[in-house]
T-cell receptor
Framework: GAGVSQSPSNKVTEKGKDVELRCDPI?????LYWYRQSLGQGLEFLIY????????KSGLPSDRFSAERTGGSVSTLTIQRTQQEDSAVYLC??????????????FGDGTRLSIL | SQKIEQNSEALNIQEGKTATLTCNYT??????LQWYRQDPGRGPVFLLL?????KEKRKERLKVTFDTTLKQSLFHITASQPADSATYLC??????????FGQGTELSVKP
């Protein structure tokens, strides 16, 4: 009965390094979402997956950001050549199906990313 | 342009009173609207969903209204408790198939 799990919970890295963030959705949830939340701000949509495909990548801020999902389950968000403005909390959510606004999203507690 | 606006100022109320939070939107025609609660250092937690053809939805001490003419949703917590202190987020489901979140309103309930 586990919820959405994200790792690491905190990540501190130097500017220019690559980072990889992981999300384990609730078992059986076909839709998976990534958001970014800066201090005191709302959630900024990044990308969603329906199964293993990502129909909408429009929220990715730059080509340094990429995401993949394998086996319809675990997803990784990769940020290459990190910049200080990438510092934020990265949240992952899953739901039973995408495109159904009547489905609640279940969130993990996020990865707090700090770029020095 | 499309916007979702929630009270940016924190709402401070006394225990036992009713808290009312506002979510206004422009240039959207959402079929659904959702409310979430977020505690510091945690991810948002789903509270309630209301459909465009529903005027009001209740769950225990929570009540949500949805006025598609005014383009506004109100979120009420009756008999508020200090444990209700958190940030509350509204989210619209748009036709693009994703939830768009407001920036949230921080609620503080004083004993």
């Amino acid at each position: 009965g586990a919820g959405v799990s994200q790792s690491p919970s905190n990540k501190v890295t130097e500017k220019g390094k690559d980072v990889e963030l992981r999300c384990d959705p609730i078992s059986g949830h076909t839709a998976l979402y990534w958001y970014r939340q800066s201090l005191g701000q709302g959630l900024e949509f990044l990308i969603y997956f329906q199964g293993n495909s990502a129909p909408d990548k429009s929220g990715l801020p730059s080509d340094r950001f990429s995401a993949e999902r394998t086996g319809g389950s675990v997803s990784t968000l990769t940020i290459q050549r990190t910049q200080q403005e990438d510092s934020a909390v990265y949240l992952c959510a899953s739901s039973h199906e995408q495109g159904a606004g009547n489905q609640p999203q279940h969130f993990g507690d996020g990865t707090r990313l700090s770029i020095l | 342009s499309q916007k979702i606006e929630q009270n940016s100022e924190a709402l401070n109320i006394q225990e036992g009173k009713t808290a009312t939070l506002t979510c206004n939107y422009t240039n959207y025609s959402p079929a659904y609207l959702q409310w979430y609660r977020q505690d510091p250092g945690r991810g948002p937690v789903f509270l309630l969903l209301i459909r465009e053809n529903e005027k009001e939805k209740r769950k225990e001490r929570l009540k949500v209204t949805f006025d598609t003419t005014l383009k506004q949703s109100l979120f009420h917590i009756t008999a508020s408790q200090p444990a209700d202190s958190a940030t509350y987020l509204c989210a619209l489901y748009n036709q693009g198939g994703k939830l768009i979140f407001g920036q949230g309103t921080e609620l503080s309930v004083k004993p």
